[in-house]
Each structure stands twice: as C-alpha cells, then as structure tokens.
C-alpha cells in the first residue's frame, strides 16, 4: 500500500492558511511564531478532523455503507465535523456523546442537532465503549454502519497528517521550524506528524500537549501514540523503526483534566485573541497554546527560535464554556 493509492473525498478547504503571530511573540518577547489555521478547513466551522474524515469517510462509501457511527465528549469537535461530513455525503450519523443531555442546547451540540444526526447520551462513557451495541442495532435494522474511531485516530486518519506535513512543506518555502507544537487528544494528529516528519526529512522537535489525563485507557497514550505510529508506517509500506523514547508527550498543562477550563487557558484564548484577533478552544488548542506559552516563559523555548503552533480548531464549543472564561485576562 502506497500513500498515493489510498482514496480520499474531498470535504475541506486546503492548503490551510499559514500566518505568523508577530503581535504575539513580541509580548512574549520572541520567539517568532507561526500558526497553521486548521480551524479554517470549512467543514462545520473548521478543525483537524476534516483531514482525517476526507480518507475515513472515502473508505465508508468503498465499501457502502450507509450510517456513520462516532464517540466523543458532548461539546466534541470531531463529532460535529463527522455529523458534518455524513450530511454532505448523504450519510446519517449516529453519535455517543458522553453526559446526559443539557437543559440548554449550545456550541458544538448544536450544530450536530442542526445536521440532523442521531445523539445517544452514554454518561461517563465519552470514548465510544457502548460503540458494539449501536452497531449491532443498526445491522437489525437492515442499516450497514461503518465505525469511525474516536477521535478519527486510525491508521487512515494518522495518513492526512502525514499529507498535512507535505502541505506545510510546500507553503514553508524554505523555512524551518525549531518546534511544531499542538494538541494531542486521541494520537492520529501525533502520529501523522511524527511519520511525516520522518518522511520529508524534517528537523523540527514535534511537541505534543497532552490535553487529557490518562483514565480508563487500555494502554497509557504515550504507548497508544507509538502503537499507532508503527502501525500506519506498516499500513503504507514504510520501514521505520520507532520507540516510544522518541515521543515527546507533554503531560504538565493537563490541569484539573479534560474540559476543566483554569487559570492557563483562559490566559492562552484572550491573549491570541486580543494580539491576534484569532479563537482558541477551551479544551484543546487553549490548553496547547498554555503549553507554548509557559515553555517561552520558561525559556526551553529561545528567543532565536521559529515555533509553529498547530491550530486544530474548536472555537464553536466556546459559547458552550462561556460561564468559564474569564475576560479580566485580557487586560495584561
């Protein structure tokens, strides 16, 4: 299997803008910082997801399927872009969000109401365990469902970061990033990085921020990131040897755990938008831009330095966390 001979649909907007933060990095003063606008992919308000959908999704219609099955939290931005995707390609869609259902209906969780697809409240399962039981559901009803893994963290959605690097590459003209720093949630975005990375011979240090504690998981997420790794560089026919060791997993911004919006993340969305005019998520890219922030602070990132921040999208679930954000930031 080739990269070039796996089919994808088209659902988004690429390449992706790349701009620089220059407001930004001078009140943080330096390094120069660049942002990859992953929000603005066009599916549903944007998002990392979109990528990994368009290969996901072109393997659903390959094998005709006719109902799309996905997990996440209630305010998920992949479950938003998947119900997206499904409406587009004349797919329902059947989500398991985690929780019970709100009083008030908000962000994310509206959209997906707005796409008209099937919501299934599962309470403290957000990650798709109740999964199996959809499914069979759904093939009793004469339906062909196909599973899109949380997260979109397979082998197929791993792939579109390995072409999100290439994409990078060809906007870069020349340029090289000492660091490449973003949100690591389900470990697809990782993955594809690390692999695209090694493929175009680049030399920046892939730093992923750990957005979520590890809990209920089969196997700690750095293990799972490296699992995935090996097995999509398997997937396309790659001889590449990795070890966890090379994993850099950065666990220090996880805070009160996933979704628990503190004191770092608040400072992390009104700083980008009062010097950059752009929106972070509250669960997220919020906590990821945390990260950058306290390694310039902390100088592991020097002022000589040329970071890009991967922006994975997320602002619709903004409105949702209202009562959690605290504007007085604003005013450093």
């Not at 579109?160 to 720093?181: C, M, T």
């Not at 929106?279 to 945390?290: G, I």
Request: glycine share 10%; aromatic share 8%; proline share 3%.
């Amino acid at each position: 299997m080739q990269l070039e001979q796996i089919e994808k649909t088209s659902l988004g907007f690429f390449p992706t803008p790349l701009v620089e933060l220059s407001r930004l990095s001078h009140f943080l003063g330096g390094p120069k910082i660049f942002m990859k606008r992953d929000d603005l992919t066009g599916l549903a308000l944007g998002g990392n997801k979109t990528r990994k959908l368009e290969y996901i999704l072109a393997d659903a219609l390959k094998q005709g399927c006719d109902t799309i099955i996905t997990a996440g939290a209630a305010q998920s931005n992949h479950c938003r872009q998947t119900a997206a995707a499904a409406a587009k390609l004349n797919l329902d869609c059947h989500l398991l969000l985690g929780g019970e259902a709100p009083l008030k209906t908000q962000g994310n969780l509206l959209l997906d109401h707005i796409f008209d697809c099937h919501i299934h409240w599962t309470g403290t399962n957000r990650k798709g365990e109740d999964i199996a039981r959809i499914f069979t559901q759904l093939k009793a009803a004469g339906k062909k469902p196909y599973l899109v893994p949380y997260g979109g963290s397979n082998e197929l959605g791993a792939i579109s970061f390995i072409d999100a690097v290439a994409e990078l590459q060809q906007q870069n003209k020349g340029r090289e990033f000492s660091h490449v720093v973003f949100a690591s949630s389900s470990g697809g975005t990782h993955a594809g990085l690390t692999l695209g990375k090694h493929i175009y011979k680049k030399t920046f240090e892939l730093v992923g921020i750990n957005i979520d504690k590890d809990t209920n998981a089969s196997l700690p997420f750095d293990q799972q990131i490296t699992q995935l790794i090996i097995s999509t560089a398997k997937f396309i026919g790659l001889d590449y040897s990795f070890s966890k060791d090379e994993l850099i997993l950065n666990s220090d911004f996880v805070g009160d755990g996933y979704g628990v919006v503190g004191p770092q993340e608040n400072e992390a969305i009104a700083l980008t938008a009062k010097f950059e005019g752009i929106l972070l998520d509250p669960v997220y890219t919020s906590r990821a831009m945390a990260g950058l922030i306290d390694l310039i602070r902390s100088g592991k990132i020097g002022k000589s330095d040329q970071v890009l921040f991967w922006h994975t999208g997320g602002a619709p679930s903004l409105f949702a966390y209202a009562d959690d954000l605290d504007f007085s930031l604003s005013d450093n």
